[in-house]
């Protein structure tokens, strides 16, 4: 069983939703989903929820996932129009936020607290691209918006 999941449900918003852990396997099931993605050739952006990540990964495993990062950055640049990474812990967001100051991504990326956040962001990112949010996708939004508005 994976420990994460893959969704192009609300295209062209992609939303990964990472586990405690994931294995040398998933990480290649990863990899080949984003590869089908880029197979696309559309423009797309991309939510990635790690609230639930307790384990990163063996050296060798953060080592595959910088690799292949690097190996399809060309492909990243044309084709993402940002990605929103859900972190929980303000102090990482901070640091990996910094992180981007000095090592750029080949797309905008940011990095936030909520999902709502992440949607608004990248709902943003194709706004100003000029591209429509399909109505499925701005529902499942609003629906975002409504749960976190009671949770607060």
Sequence with gaps: MSSYQFSTEYWPVVVVTLGERTSDD???ALFRSWEAVFARREKFVGITDTRRVRDVGSAGQRARVAEWARSVSGVVALY??????????????GALTAIGWVHRSPAPERYVATAREAWDYCLGNLRVAGLAVPAHVAKHHARIAALEACRL
């Design 26 to 28: 998933d990480h290649a």
């Design 80 to 93: 993402s129009l940002g990605h929103a990474v859900i972190v929980s812990s303000a102090l990482v967001r």
